[in-house]
């Protein structure tokens, strides 16, 4: 080091030095980076025992009508909450009628319109409901109340967009979770393609959560982000996924918000001879061929992020119960699960779905009054 008036001049040794100082500290930056990951897959794999959601409620009347919109019936999903939303308001005497959505935008809009048209006290939907402002706004005139399932970037309260609540796992948690098993299982060096569906506005907050996690992680890399449309999946996933594999090699992960998408992007990857070790596919929802795809091992699928899909349907029916009374919502977030191989006969794995072991609905019927 060379002192020249008031300015100091790295030697070359001294560069050199300050250099691998710098290396070092990146390395030790990215060591953590990857030692919280796997300290995250620990806790988002973890048993969920405790019951979080609400210990009371008012009364509920007999004789309300609810109408489901089912985002699309060809989800396994969106067809099991509208199972279980009927299943809850019929032990509370309510009538509920199920819509199909279809998938897109343009069906979800008859299909509310629809629903609006049946006057029912209260709608329950799992479509996007920014999308759906015109109806809503007339149902809301008429006096209905609207929750929503997966309907909104995030779980809580949705005034500017007319929900009494939206209800959903934390998508922010949900793609952190997913990207920490990726960070985790590379050692910090994955190379990943993320997909999406911003059609949702979850699906956009969960994969640009994913995607700044993992940027995050200086020795793994974000090949690309693709927006693709949810109803477009079976005609647009095979070609998505070829040009994966001739555009970015092997090996690779992948992350979408949504299982229903490895539906069509594995058989690609058999028919292709890719090996089940060289490309690993995360999502989240908790579908039933998610499960069975991880169950087996070498479906390439290796990790879902479960939403507790019969939880929150009891939820959609606590929360329109407080509505109609005038209440305010219950604020309750279910945290989300990390299914993985290890634990896939843990909390409702051995019936392919995100049974949370906290008693959830023997503490809805508690509260509710009903057996």
Not at 280 to 309: F, H, M, W
Request: hydrophobic share 40%; net charge negative; aromatic share 8%.
């Amino acid at each position: 080091m060379i002192n020249v008036g008031k300015k100091t001049l790295l030697t070359g040794s001294a560069i050199a030095v300050a250099a691998l100082l710098g290396m070092a500290s990146a390395r030790a930056d990215d060591a953590q980076v990857v030692a919280d990951a796997k300290a995250a897959v620990q806790k988002y794999a973890g048993p969920q025992t405790t019951w979080e959601g609400p210990t009371a409620a008012p009364k509920p009347e007999k004789g309300k009508k609810v109408v489901f919109l089912s985002g699309d019936e060809q989800n396994d999903i969106s067809h099991l909450y509208g199972v279980y939303i009927k299943e809850a308001g019929e032990k509370l005497g309510w009538d509920v009628t199920i819509i199909d959505g279809k998938g897109s935008p343009t069906s979800w809009l008859a299909g509310m319109n629809q629903a609006i048209a049946l006057k029912p006290d209260g709608i329950a939907m799992f479509a996007d409901a920014a999308s759906l402002q015109d109806p809503i706004k007339a149902g809301v005139a008429q006096g209905i109340k609207f929750v929503g399932l997966h309907a909104a970037g995030y779980p809580g309260p949705q005034p500017d967009i007319n929900l009494f609540v939206n209800i959903q796992e934390d998508p922010v948690e949900i793609g952190k979770a997913e990207a920490a098993w990726v960070i985790a299982d590379s050692d910090g060096k994955a190379n990943v393609v993320i997909l999406s569906h911003n059609e949702y506005a979850i699906a956009e907050v969960k994969s640009m959560a994913t995607k700044k996690e993992i940027e995050k992680c200086a020795g793994c890399k974000v090949l690309d982000y693709v927006n693709s449309p949810a109803s477009e999946a079976a005609q647009r996933q095979p070609q998505l996924t070829t040009s994966w594999i001739q555009r970015f090699g092997t090996p690779l992960y992948a992350t979408s918000v949504g299982d229903n998408d490895w539906d069509f992007a594995v058989p690609v990857l058999r028919q292709g001879g890719i090996d089940p070790s060289q490309v690993k596919l995360i999502a989240a929802d908790g579908n039933r061929s998610a499960y069975d795809r991880i169950r087996k091992g070498d479906q390439y699928q290796v990790v879902t992020v479960s939403e507790p899909i019969e939880l929150q349907a009891y939820q959609a029916i606590d929360e329109l119960n407080r509505a109609f009374h005038g209440e305010k919502p219950s604020g309750f977030v279910q945290p989300p699960f990390l299914v993985t191989k290890d634990n896939i006969h843990q909390e409702g794995g051995d019936q392919n779905t995100f049974i949370p072991s906290n008693d959830y609905k023997k503490h809805y019927l508690a509260i509710w009054g009903v057996q």
